[in-house]
């Protein structure tokens, strides 16, 4: 089964895979909706803005951008895999 993911699924998902609160997954969530998450010139971006809100070094920032990125992925995949079907 395909999981569509919505915003709160995506913050549930990134709170289990990297086993974080959900108001620190909620800042990622707002972070990488502020940003073009494709993009090297954003990519440093949103690393250094996950490094200033959250209080984190360089390598934990880029860890969370790696799973958060993999996660829409993946789930991106899924869709042009399976466009037509549903969320049941």
Request: some cysteine; charged content about 35%; glycine content about 0%.
């Amino acid at each position: 089964m395909v999981m569509n993911l919505n915003k709160t699924e995506f913050i549930n998902e990134l709170s289990n895979t990297l086993s974080y609160s959900e108001d620190k997954c909620l800042i990622i969530n707002e972070i990488l909706e502020d940003n073009f998450f494709l993009s090297k010139k954003n990519r440093d971006k949103i690393i250094d803005e996950l490094i200033q809100k959250l209080e984190i070094n360089h390598e934990e920032a880029v860890m969370i951008y790696d799973v958060a990125t993999k996660i829409i992925i993946k789930e991106i995949k899924d869709k042009l895999r399976h466009p037509f079907r549903s969320r049941n």
